[in-house]
C-alpha cells in the first residue's frame, strides 16, 4: 500500500507524518459532535470544563418545560408529515423513472435534484413570499409543503437505487398469475424494495427533522421547531440547554441514519442474488 | 373486426404470403407502439404527483421570488398621474410644471388613501432620502390645490434636484434592471449609459468577493485536511478504514446547526478551544474566535470536510494499489509514483469533492448567522436581512437573482464535467 519495495527513511518519516496529520483531523471532526454531550450533563451553568457535576437538569429543561415540548411536538408533526408525502410521492416517482422508457428522465432527474443545490435561503424567501400569497404562510402545511421538496430527492435516490437491483420481470409473471397492477405492487415489488423506502424514509425525516432555515420564514410563534428554538436560543442567550437539546437531535439523527444507511445498502443487492 | 383480417393475435396469418405478413408486422408494431404509449402515460402518471408537489412547493416560489428582481410596479401603481405626465419627457433637466402638479396630485390621492408612507418606502429604496421627503411634501400638500400645490412642490428643494425626476421616471416602469444593478453596485447614469455607483455607496460587490473568498478559504481548508485522511483510509486495512470511515460519516450525520452549535460553545472566549491553545502555548491571551472570519471558516471547514473527503476517497478506493507496484517496479521513485500514476487518476475525485464544497459555501446562512461576525456576513445573510428587517423584497430578490446564477453555473460545470452520478447522496 503505502510503502515502496524498500522504504527509505525519507519514507518512512513521511508516512509517520501521514498518520499524525490524519490523527489530528480526525480528532478535528470528533471532538466538536463529542463535546455537547459531557457538557449536557453538566450541574452548572458554564461551559467549562471540569464538569461542576453531573446533573440531568438540562434535559429536564428541555423536555419538561412547554416551550421545548411544543417544539419537539412541533418538529415530530412537520417530521412526520413529511415523511409520510415525500416517502409516498417519491417512491411513485422513483418507481416511473426507473422505467427505461420514462419521457424526459435526463430532464426530470435534475429538476428533483435542484432542491438540494438551490441556497436554501432562496428556496425559503421563495416559500415565504408564494406562501404568504396563498395563505400557507405560518401554517403546518406549509412547512410540510416546503420541507417535501427539500427531502423527496433522498426518497427518490434511495428507492431508485433499490430499484436497480429489482428484476421488473417478477412483475410480469405477477401479471400473467393473475394479479392486478395493484396487487403485484404491494404484493412483489413494495416487499423487495421496502429496504429503500424505510431508508428513503429515514434521511427525509432526518432532513426534516433537522431543517431551520424554511421553518425561521415559515413558522410563526406557536409553530416553531425544536431547530428554531436552538437558532433562537444560540443568538439571545447561551444557556447549557441547548447542549442537552443539541445531545438529543444529534443522537436522534445518528441513530436513523446508520438505520438509513444499513437498509440502503440491504436494499441494494439484488434480491435473491447468491450471497 | 372479423376473423379473416389479420390483426395482432392473428399468428397463422403470418406465416402466409409476403404481403399480408408485412400488413401483420405493421399492426404488430403498431399496438407495440400503443402498449409502449400506455407504459409512458402510466409511468408520466406515476411521477405526476411529486413533479406537480415540486412545481408548486418549490418551482412557483423560486419563480416568484426572481420575478420581484425585474418587476416592481409600486411606483407606477402609486404614480398613475406622474407616469402619463413624464411619458414625453426627454430626461434632461427638469420636466415641465405638469410633472409636478401631477405628482402633487398624486401624493395627495396616496395620503387619502393611506398609502403614502409605502410610496415614501418603495422610493427611498432607489432615491435615498426621499422617504423623509415624501411625507414632508405630503403634510404640505394638505390644503394646497392648484397653483398652491405647484407651489408647495416647488418650495422643497428635493423635487427640484437633478437625480430626482430621472429616479422617479425610472420608477414608473414596472420592468427594471435598477435592483440587478444595484446587487452588482451598478447604476444608470443620466445619460442612459451603466456607470459604478460611487464608493461609499457600493456594498454588494464586497459581499460577494467576502462570499467567495471564504467559501475558496473553506474548499481549500477541506482538501489540505481532507486529501490525507481519504488517502490513509484508502490504503489502510479494510477493518481498520471501516472505524475510520465513521470518524467521518458521524459528523457527516449530524445537522449543520447541531455542529454549528457545538462550535459556538467550543469557540467561546472560556471555551475548549482558547484553553487548548493557551495550554499547549500557542496563544499568551484568549483570542475572540466568535463573531470572528477565523471562527467561521473553522466551523464552516469541519460542516464541509465530509463532502470534500468521502468523493476524493470514493475515486482513491477503485485505484488498484498494483500500479504503484509496477510504477515502483519500473524504477519511478515513490513520489513520482504518486504524482504521475495516482493523482490523475484521483483527480476528478478532488474536482468533484472541492466544487461540491465550493458550491454549497455559496449559499451557508446558519453558520455565518450565528458564529460570523457583522462584517463575515454572506451573500444569504444579506437576503434574509432585506426580508425580514428592511422589508424590501426587490433587493432580496435581486441578491438572490445572482446568487442562483452563480451557484447553477458551477452545478453547471460540475454536472458537465463530472456527471450527476458524482453527487452522491446517500
Redesign the interface.
Known amino acids: 500500500?503505502?510503502l515502496?519495495?524498500f522504504p527509505t527513511l525519507g519514507?518512512r518519516i513521511r508516512i509517520a507524518l501521514?498518520?499524525i496529520?490524519?490523527a489530528l483531523?480526525?480528532l478535528?471532526?470528533?471532538?466538536?459532535?463529542l463535546?455537547?454531550v459531557p457538557?449536557s450533563f453538566n450541574s452548572g451553568a458554564?461551559?467549562?470544563?471540569p464538569l461542576e457535576g453531573l446533573s440531568t437538569r438540562w434535559y429536564e429543561m428541555v423536555l419538561g418545560t412547554q416551550r421545548w415540548q411544543s417544539a419537539i411536538g412541533n418538529s415530530l408533526i412537520v417530521a412526520f408529515g413529511t415523511t409520510l408525502?415525500a416517502t409516498t410521492?417519491?417512491t411513485?416517482?422513483a418507481?416511473?423513472?426507473s422505467?427505461e422508457?420514462?419521457?424526459g428522465r435526463r430532464i426530470?432527474?435534475?429538476?428533483?435534484?435542484?432542491?438540494?443545490?438551490?441556497?436554501?435561503?432562496?428556496?425559503?424567501?421563495?416559500?415565504?413570499?408564494?406562501?404568504a400569497r396563498i395563505g400557507l404562510a405560518s401554517t403546518y402545511a406549509g412547512i410540510i409543503?416546503?420541507h417535501?421538496?427539500l427531502a423527496?430527492?433522498?426518497v427518490?435516490?434511495?428507492v431508485a437505487?433499490s430499484l436497480t437491483g429489482f428484476d421488473r420481470n417478477l412483475m410480469r409473471a405477477a401479471a400473467i398469475s393473475g394479479a392486478k397492477p395493484l396487487t403485484a405492487f404491494f404484493r412483489v415489488m413494495l416487499p423487495l424494495i421496502l429496504p429503500g423506502v424505510l431508508?428513503g424514509a429515514a434521511?427525509a425525516f432526518?432532513t426534516s427533522f433537522?431543517e431551520?432555515?424554511v421553518v425561521q420564514?415559515l413558522a410563526s410563534a406557536g409553530q416553531r421547531t425544536m431547530?428554531l428554538e436552538?437558532?433562537i436560543g444560540?443568538?439571545e442567550k447561551?444557556s447549557p440547554a441547548?447542549?442537552a437539546a443539541?445531545t438529543l437531535?444529534?443522537a436522534l439523527?445518528?441513530v436513523l441514519?446508520?438505520v438509513?444507511?444499513l437498509l440502503?445498502r440491504r436494499g441494494q443487492k439484488r434480491p435473491g442474488a447468491a450471497a | 373486426m372479423s376473423a379473416l383480417q389479420p390483426s395482432e393475435v392473428d399468428r397463422p396469418a403470418l406465416a402466409r404470403g409476403r404481403p399480408a405478413a408485412d400488413a401483420d408486422l405493421k399492426s404488430v408494431s403498431a399496438a407495440l407502439r400503443r402498449a409502449e404509449f400506455g407504459d409512458r402515460l402510466r409511468s408520466l402518471l406515476l411521477a405526476a404527483p411529486l413533479l406537480i408537489l415540486l412545481a408548486l412547493s418549490f418551482g412557483i416560489p423560486i419563480v416568484l421570488l426572481l420575478s420581484r428582481a425585474v418587476y416592481d410596479p409600486t411606483i407606477a401603481d402609486a404614480l398613475p398621474k406622474t407616469t402619463v405626465a413624464l411619458a414625453g419627457w426627454n430626461g434632461q433637466g427638469l420636466p415641465v410644471d405638469d410633472a409636478f402638479a401631477a405628482l402633487a396630485a398624486d401624493l395627495k390621492d396616496n395620503q387619502v388613501k393611506g398609502t403614502a408612507y409605502e410610496l415614501a418606502k418603495s422610493l427611498n429604496a432607489r432615491l435615498p432620502g426621499a422617504r423623509s421627503q415624501v411625507l414632508k411634501t405630503v403634510r404640505k400638500l394638505e390644503n394646497a390645490d392648484g397653483q398652491a400645490a405647484l407651489e408647495a412642490m416647488k418650495s422643497v428643494p428635493f423635487w427640484s434636484a437633478p437625480s430626482t425626476w430621472p429616479a422617479i421616471r425610472n420608477g414608473t416602469h414596472s420592468l427594471t434592471s435598477f435592483y440587478l444593478l444595484s446587487a452588482l453596485d451598478m447604476r444608470w447614469n443620466a445619460d442612459g449609459g451603466i456607470e459604478r455607483v460611487p464608493p461609499e455607496q457600493a456594498i454588494f460587490l464586497q459581499v460577494f468577493v467576502r462570499t467567495f473568498l471564504v467559501a475558496a478559504a473553506v474548499t481549500l481548508a477541506t482538501l489540505l485536511l481532507g486529501f490525507p485522511l481519504a488517502y490513509l483510509i484508502a490504503s489502510v486495512p479494510k477493518g481498520l478504514a471501516a472505524v475510520l470511515i465513521v470518524a467521518v460519516l458521524l459528523p457527516f450525520w449530524t445537522s449543520i446547526l447541531v455542529r454549528t452549535a457545538a462550535w459556538t460553545v467550543l469557540l467561546q472566549k472560556f471555551g475548549l478551544v482558547n484553553d487548548f491553545l493557551l495550554f499547549i502555548g500557542i496563544a499568551s491571551d484568549r483570542l475572540d474566535l466568535m463573531y470572528s472570519r477565523i471562527g467561521l471558516i473553522i466551523a464552516m471547514t469541519h460542516i464541509q470536510l465530509p463532502f470534500t473527503l468521502l468523493p476524493i476517497y470514493s475515486v482513491m478506493r477503485t485505484i488498484q494499489p498494483s500500479q504503484m507496484k509496477a510504477a515502483y517496479s519500473l524504477g519511478a521513485k515513490p513520489l513520482t509514483a504518486f504524482r504521475r500514476v495516482y493523482l490523475p487518476q484521483v483527480f476528478p475525485g478532488v474536482m468533484a469533492g472541492c466544487l461540491l464544497t465550493f458550491i454549497l459555501c455559496l449559499g451557508y446562512y446558519i453558520t455565518p448567522a450565528l458564529i460570523g461576525g457583522a462584517s463575515d456576513q454572506l451573500i444569504s445573510n444579506f437576503i434574509a436581512n432585506y426580508v425580514n428587517v428592511e422589508l424590501n423584497w426587490e433587493m432580496a430578490a435581486a441578491l438572490s437573482f445572482i446568487l442562483l446564477v452563480f451557484t447553477l453555473a458551477l452545478f453547471g460545470i460540475f454536472a458537465r464535467i463530472l456527471g450527476l452520478d458524482r453527487l452522491k447522496l446517500v
Open positions: 500500500m503505502l515502496s519495495p519514507e501521514l498518520w496529520w490524519c483531523v480526525i478535528f471532526l470528533l471532538v466538536p459532535i463535546i455537547p457538557l458554564f461551559f467549562i470544563f408525502i410521492l417519491g411513485l416517482t418507481i416511473a423513472l422505467d422508457k420514462f419521457p426530470v432527474m435534475p429538476l428533483l435534484l435542484s432542491p438540494l443545490i438551490v441556497p436554501v435561503v432562496i428556496t425559503a424567501v421563495g416559500s415565504y413570499l408564494f406562501y409543503l416546503a417535501t421538496a423527496s430527492p433522498f427518490v435516490v434511495t437505487a431508508s434521511f432526518v433537522d431551520v432555515v420564514f431547530p436552538m437558532f444560540l443568538r447561551l441547548i447542549t443539541a437531535m444529534m439523527s445518528i441514519l446508520v438509513a444507511n440502503a
